[in-house]
């Protein structure tokens, strides 16, 4: 085959190298813009696992660039007057010069024809051709002549970055921050040879804007970060090598994701590769692995299908879908990890004491867990845990062995939980006349028995035509409010839990069967009327609702009253406001389902108002010493609906009117929601919400194992994990979760005691056998 690489750059090069080593008779050309030596930027970094497949692919490369790396295994913080430093991380770093000319030594010894000084115009400049690689760069000609194949989707994110360098050498991969007077700046340093270490600068557009730096040449912004950063540099200088850039040099990244990756121009093939087909931020440093793992992935696929012109479409397929779901993964990261240094200065810099700001840098990816932080730096991390238990309260010697931090207390009012886990509020439609019976009493009963430090029972409606379903627990009458007794009363006889209750009402969801029989469906018969905020159906075939009158306001909020004085009288521990999901204080938010034109409608303050209202409403009524949690859907997941923009400023409403937590959860508004789910997926709410408005909060959805709530508590994206479904695959959930991890210092009921060593060590043994592959 007659194959062209458009760029010389690492994925160029190496796709190059690679066909060439293993058919030599391929006529291969790389075409570089470039001068041999020329090369913009600093260092790189990667990973083992990129450093292990280039081994099996060409040793004599992986060689050559293993003797040219920097390792280091340290990450150091420096912030508001600290540093902090851990270790067990393992980074390689190269020179990108140095790595370019390690590829281009390797292609000419193999036979690669490379052609420096020309910048190619376009894929048709080579007719020949029976494959062209695009692996032009991020602003590749080749992609951009073919916009409608490629289809290119380009996201500019916000911050402005410049990339720098020193003469000084850092011995871990050092971060510092420092706040100005118009926010906060980062910069991120990491040596890369002998001479040499990368340093990189980055603020938000408003500091950006504020300190003028639009305005200052290369120079004066070099001026400027020497000037910032002058304790980590201490007397070292700032250098650029971007001077072909014009103007300031200060960039902003763009995330690009491609609609395809080939095309076939009516003589070659074109392939995209590296990043003209992908970008991965910085702040995980992946660009280049992602190219030379793109290039080892289309050599894989000529060895797998054979290497004749005849196989390309068939290799360029199968390459594209197995990079996509890699890169996907990879992005997904650098999207978190970018976000978090976007959202530093405002959300955790001002918040945050030095020891949690470093726990939550080091996971911002949320690909490096709690425990995964223990393989790392056992030490450091164990310190931190002694860190975390004494903020909470409790007396830790310095050489003692701290709970993790979703076993350590929470105190809110006047009420302690004994750790952070919380039953989440979970529907089981096994009332009649919403009464609760011994269904409720085993269920909850059981969970109460299964460590977590607060059940919840199912969202409890305050009058009977509150209810979702007829099967739905309720709390308006004296009887109702016997059976909450009842419940509370063998919680707090034979656990350590406490006991919540979530009053709501269904609003225009309401009326409908049990889950099992059809969930959101209308009753077949003995439907009764629906109020919301506006007339809008949730299903086309669902009720269409009354929009409430100030009669029906004012009726609905004193059913709240009502319901909140019954579950005072039973001694229950917290209650919590269910403004979320799509019933009916959540119809008032969301501007999806309110459509008023009268005080309740429109702006957030009017949507919020009703809310509000039976919040303050039951606030007043509800004991001073016992707090009150709201839970909020922070996220419509459709276009027109609440963001968790919008769900930040309601929660800055109710903290305002005296809400203790906001409980995190997310849609169910609209049918048309696309929600994005996932490991943890709407814990960014939490985190945003907590330390944005800075109210505590309890992070919800698909947190399945403690090494997630760990995670989340530990960093400061939430002070409570509720978990619902977990919950009801085992009642026992914390206390098994807590075994798993090792903590055999929790109590079991004591009639169970007996089974808690045997389940301690059965584990143990089985984490301690040898994978059988
Ligand atoms: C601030 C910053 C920090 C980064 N840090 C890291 C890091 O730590 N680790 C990491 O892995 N990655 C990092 N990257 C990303 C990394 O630089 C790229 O992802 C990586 O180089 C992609 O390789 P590539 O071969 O696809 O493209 P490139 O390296 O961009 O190579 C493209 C080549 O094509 C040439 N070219 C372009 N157009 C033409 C043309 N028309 N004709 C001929 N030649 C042409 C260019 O001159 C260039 O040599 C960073 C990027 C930035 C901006
Ligand atoms: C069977 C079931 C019933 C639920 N009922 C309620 C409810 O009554 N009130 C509420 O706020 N959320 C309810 N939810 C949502 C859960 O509280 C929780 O937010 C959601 O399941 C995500 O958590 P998970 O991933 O741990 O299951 C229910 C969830 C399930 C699975």
């Known amino acids: ?40 930027g600093w260092g790189v970094v990667f990973s083992d696992a990129t450093m292990d497949s280039m081994k099996t692919w060409d040793p004599e490369t992986a060689d050559t660039i293993q003797d040219a790396f920097n390792h280091w295994d340290d990450i150091e913080v420096w912030f508001k007057g600290t540093k902090q430093r851990t270790t067990g991380h393992g980074f390689v770093g190269i020179g990108r010069k140095k790595l370019l000319n390690i590829l281009q030594a390797r292609c000419e010894q193999l036979g690669v024809e490379l052609v420096f000084e020309r910048d190619a115009e376009s894929d048709l400049d080579f007719p020949d ?12 000609k080749i992609r951009i002549r073919y916009p409608e194949v490629f289809k290119p989707d380009l996201v500019t994110r916000p911050n402005r970055y410049i990339w720098l360098g020193t003469n000084k050498l850092y011995d871990a991969f050092t971060f510092d921050f420092r706040r100005t007077d118009h926010g906060w700046f980062q910069a991120h340093i990491y040596k890369f040879d002998d001479q040499t270490s990368t340093f990189i600068v980055e603020t938000t557009e408003e500091a950006f804007e504020a300190h003028g730096l639009g ?29 072909h850039l014009r103007g300031s040099a200060w960039l902003n990244f763009q995330r690009l994701i491609c609609g395809r990756w080939s095309h076939f121009n009516g003589r070659s093939h074109v392939v995209l590769m590296g990043d003209a087909a992908h970008t991965a931020h910085f702040a995980i440093g992946s660009g280049t692995k992602l190219a030379i793992d793109d290039a080892i992935e289309l050599t894989r696929q000529f060895e797998l299908r054979g290497h004749n012109a005849q196989q390309i479409p068939a290799v360029l397929a199968a390459y594209e879908e197995v990079r996509r779901v890699d890169v996907a993964r990879i992005q997904n990261a650098a999207r978190n990890a970018m976000e ?12 945050l004491e030095p020891e949690q700001f470093m726990y939550s840098m080091l996971t911002r990816s949320q690909r490096i867990s709690h425990e995964n932080l223990r393989l790392r730096d056992k030490a450091w991390l164990e310190n931190y845990e002694r860190w975390f238990a004494r903020s909470a309260g409790l007396d830790v010697p310095d050489a003692g062995r701290a709970p993790p931090p979703m076993f350590t207390p929470y105190l809110v009012r006047g009420v302690t939980l004994p750790n952070r886990i919380v039953v989440s509020p979970m529907a089981m439609y096994s009332a009649a006349d919403g009464e609760p019976n011994d269904f409720h009493l085993v269920h909850l009963g059981a969970r109460a028995m299964g460590g977590a430090a607060l059940v919840f029972g199912e969202m409890t409606c305050v009058s009977p035509d509150a209810r979702i379903t007829p099967g739905c627990l309720g709390l308006w009458n004296e009887r109702q409010a016997a059976g909450w007794k009842r419940l509370v009363a063998f919680v707090h006889a034979n656990s350590v839990a406490k006991f919540g209750i979530q009053l709501g009402h269904a609003g225009r969801k309401g009326s409908t069967k049990v889950a099992w029989e059809g969930i959101d469906r209308p009753l077949d018969g003995g439907n009764w009327p629906l109020i919301s905020a ?4 949730y299903l086309k075939e669902s009720q269409v609702p009354k929009a409430m009158d100030r009669a029906d306001i004012a009726r609905v909020t004193q059913d709240f009253v009502r319901a909140t004085a019954l579950a005072a009288g039973t001694g229950a521990d917290w209650l919590e406001l269910h403004c979320a999901h799509g019933y009916l204080l959540s119809s008032f938010l969301s501007p999806l389902t309110n459509l008023r034109d009268d005080e309740y409608g429109g702006s957030h303050d009017n949507r919020a108002r009703f809310p509000l209202d039976v919040f303050r409403a039951i606030r007043a009524v509800w004991p001073a010493d016992k707090p009150i949690s709201v839970r909020l859907s922070c996220h419509d997941w459709t276009d027109g609906g609440n963001t968790p923009e919008d769900a930040a400023i309601f929660a800055e409403m109710f903290k305002q009117a005296g809400a203790d937590l906001i409980d ?7 049918k048309a929601e696309q929600p994005v789910y996932g490991r943890l997926f709407q814990t960014p709410f939490s985190d945003k919400i907590r330390n944005e408005i800075r109210i505590p909060t309890i992070a919800v959805g698909a947190i399945s194992e403690a090494d997630h709530a760990n995670s989340i508590i530990a960093a400061g994206r939430a002070d409570l994990c509720a978990v619902a479904r977990p919950h009801l695959a085992d009642s026992a959930w914390t206390l098994h979760e807590a075994a798993k991890i090792g903590l055999t210092d929790i109590a079991w009921p004591k009639q169970y005691r007996m089974a808690k060593m045997q389940y301690e060590t059965n584990l143990a043994r089985a984490a301690a056998q040898p994978v059988v592959k």
């Open 1 to 40: 085959m007659r194959i062209v690489c458009i760029g010389g750059g690492p994925a160029g090069l190496y796709f190059g190298l690679l066909m060439k080593k293993l058919h030599p008779a391929h006529a291969v050309t790389v075409v570089e813009r470039n001068r041999p030596y020329d090369t913009f």
């Open 129 to 140: 051709a029976d494959l062209i690689i695009a692996s032009d760069g991020f602003n590749s």
């Open 215 to 243: 305005k200052l040449d290369q120079d004066g912004s070099i001026a400027f970060c020497e000037d910032l950063f002058a304790e980590v540099l201490s007397g070292a200088t700032l250098m650029t090598n971007a001077r």
């Open 340 to 351: 978090w240094f976007e959202v530093v200065g405002r959300r955790y810099a001002d918040t």
């Open 534 to 537: 506006s007339p809008i159906p």
């Open 664 to 670: 995190c959860s997310s849609g169910q508004v609209s």
